[in-house]
């Protein structure tokens, strides 16, 4: 099946093939692109939601470690209030005699060593130290003038005195808390009670937490990490460090700031830093450390703590979430792509099977449309047979008609003849016969019976002749077989009288076979053939006939020749056309050639004329053998 070409016209390949390479070179780096942007997104996203968490959980911690840290510091708040209620403490304040102070000193031993802390002294409204609980030590702070001491000044006011720094005879970091000891309502002296808060840095060490605490001036005073301590949190006026290396606060500590690589502040009091790595753990690994800063004020104190929550796990789950967001969209856009593919080639084959379709129902409507015609032409065509066969009916019945009129017409024609043949024997017979009846009454029986004889022969010629006449005017048919002799023998018989008159010489050589023709037909042919001999032989004194037979292939060849007076250049054209005539009169009809060589035709035969040089004419009959010997059923009467 061909489909036709038309219905696959391809697009223009200029116009076809352009945005389509443009598109298929753009999208892998847009694929690209836009995997990357999701993956940032993703991480993004991821990790807002994370510090999110964090956040809410780390402001838990947050309370929960503010607030150990709050108690931790006001456990100590009441101690140095308590001094108040110590009557030797007054008066050594108010006398300042040796006495006394040794029974405070000794006090104070006691009540530091039950309370924990570093140290309890008391100091005199000048700022000196009149009694310590250090006393027996070599750096006792007894006699030392700690006037200078923030703490001091606040509590010699009447205000809480709230201090952390590093002991000026020490060295040593702690906490001071200064309450202004009052007798009748006057300031006598302040007692100081430090305490140190390393506990609080060991504990979040085991506990693993990251977290400080820096102070009103914004120094670190408690780290979990000690590289943090006495850094500022925030960047110090040259004013404020000339004031507080003044005082002495954190002795002669730099208080260099704390300067992370990156600060984000996030929300109020949350920030998210980033430290360069100095840990153990982190070493070698990262170069920086990212932390969520949450910071929260202690109660009762100037003091904010902030607890460090360390993000690299979230980082990591982020950039997890990341790769798998845009891992996820490169395997959406793959399958994306592979399904647009998929629809186009399926769209490619039904497009295809509708052309396909397209082109069979027009081959089929193609097809029905030649069927229709042919078979109308086949209609036709069968029309048109049976017009011929009608016509070729009636054609044959109009030729059996005129084979029926020639035969009658020479009946006719001899009618004169055969009446000459029939009264010639029966004048003999009637003279015969009266002869006959004069020998019997003379009782001449042996001459009677003689004559007799001879009378019988005469009439069984006038019954062969009447025979041969009925046989030639009977209808005959295109089947059946013909015996050439006999066919002869039968029309010589029929022109017998004419033969006899002119005295002819007859020339006979043929065989006897079988004829595929009908018995008179044949019979038919060779009295015309004969017959037109004799008639152009009739002026000739001395006629001779010629029947010459020859088989030639599946066919047998007659030749009836003649020494008549031959046909003219004229009538030779004209020979075998129907009425054509050149004898006058009564004597011709123009049908025997015609219908001699129909009825050859009919056979299969043919019927031609020769000239030959010698003069005269001779008709050839060629006709067919016949397949088989004639059986019983085939022989006519
Ligand atoms: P018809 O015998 O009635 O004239 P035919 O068809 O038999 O009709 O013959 C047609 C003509 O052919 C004859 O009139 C005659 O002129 C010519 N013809 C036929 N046979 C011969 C023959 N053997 N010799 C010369 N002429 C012939």
Redesign the pocket.
Known sequence: MKCDPALFRPAQPALAVKPRLIRQLLLPPLIILLMIGLGVAGFLISEGNGIRTLSETGERQLELHARTVESEISKYTYLPSLLELEDSVSSLLTRSDDAHRQAVNEYLEGLNRRSRSRAIFVLDTSGRVQATSNWRDADSFLGEDLSFRAYFQDAVRGEPGRFYGIGSTTGEAGYFLAHGLEEHGKIIGVAVIKVRLDTLEERWQRARLEAFVSDENGIIILSSDPARRLKSVRPLTPQTKERLARSLQYYWWPLNELQPLARETLADGVEKLTFPANSETDKGRHHEVAYLAQTRRLADTPWHFTLLTPLQDLRREAMVQGVLAGVAFALLAILLIAWNERRKVLATRLAAREALQEANSQLERKIAERTADLRASNDRLKGQIRERRHAEQTLRHAQDELVQAGKLAAIGQMSTSIAHELNQPLAALRTLSGNTVRFLERGALETASTNLRTMNALIDRMGRITASLRSFARRGDDRGQASLAKAVEASLQVLGSRIASCHLQLHSQFDDPQLAIDQTRLEQILV?LIG??L??MATQPQPALWLEGEAQGDKYRLRVR?N????DVE?RKH?FEPF????PGEH???????LSASLAAAAKGTLNVEHPAAGG?AFVLALPLAARPPSDADERP
């Not at 008549?564 to 046909?567: F, K, L, V």
């Open positions: 015309n037109n001999a008639d152009a003649d008549g007076h031959g046909i009538t020979l054509f005539t050149t004898k011709g009809l123009g049908l025997g050639l015609t004419t």
